[in-house]
């Protein structure tokens, strides 16, 4: 159980498209979504916490114009990567959980290459 | 502010017991857990502990936490060559909706 489904999982596109990443609980309903950035042989950088129905809560530097969090059901949550560039180049992952004592589960990642 | 550290990397022989150490600062952590990465992929729960919990075992998995100390570790009994992968540890605090506080991660090799 408690499986999370991320697609696409590698996406190559120009400079200035954008770009959405879908994160879905396939088993359980997600009252909240998280998304996070990951550098090469860095941590997790959490980027935004979703809440079913509501506006996404932005952690500071993080431009919420530029990557639009959606989360219009209890099962899926979507990352836009608006009008991106090369620098947006990254391992983006999704996380869900059930309820705030219930461990996150983890998406497979998206790898989103910009030229 | 919270808080969790762990050592970068950890080499071990296949076969021998592999322990990953890793520290927290908030006292008011509810939950431990700890997510295993392979490369190019996402992460994946490998077990989780109760913070009024001391041991819990899965398999080959043992979780000691030491609540007192704020000392998680996890141990890998018969390492094997497929747990190579990095390890994060994190935790949960008690304040309501909050996501999870992680370590920076712990390279784990494995020789044959």
């Known amino acids: 159980g408690a499986v999370v489904s991320q697609h696409p999982s590698w996406v190559i596109c120009k400079s200035g498209t954008s770009v959405k990443i879908e994160c879905r609980s396939l088993?359980?309903?997600?009252?909240?979504m998280f998304w996070y950035r990951q550098f090469p042989k860095q941590s997790l950088m959490l980027m935004a916490t979703s809440n079913e129905g509501s506006k996404a809560t932005y952690e500071q530097g993080v431009e919420k114009d530029k990557f639009l969090i959606n989360h219009a059901s209890l099962t899926l949550s979507t990352l836009t990567v608006t009008s991106a560039h090369p620098e947006d180049s990254s391992f983006y992952i999704c996380?869900?959980?059930?309820?705030?004592?219930?461990?996150?589960?983890f998406g497979d990642g998206t790898r989103l290459s910009i030229l | 502010g919270e808080d969790v550290e762990q050592s970068l990397f950890l080499s071990v022989r296949e076969g021998d017991s592999s322990v990953i150490n890793c520290t927290y600062t908030?006292?008011?952590?509810?939950?431990l857990y700890w997510y295993k990465q392979e490369p190019g992929a996402g992460l994946q729960l490998l077990t989780y502990?109760?913070?009024?919990?001391d041991m819990k075992q899965d398999q080959r998995l043992t979780v000691l936490l030491n609540k007192k100390d704020k000392h998680l570790s996890l141990r890998i009994a018969d390492t094997q060559t497929g747990d190579s992968a990095i390890y994060f540890c994190a935790e949960s605090l008690s304040s309501g909706n909050t996501p999870l506080v992680f370590g920076k991660g712990t390279r784990l090799s494995v020789i044959a």
């Open positions: 996380s869900a959980r059930a309820g705030s004592n219930q461990p996150q589960h």
């Open positions: 502990i109760f913070s009024n919990m």
């Open positions: 908030d006292s008011s952590s509810t939950y």
């Open positions: 088993d359980f309903q997600a009252t909240t």
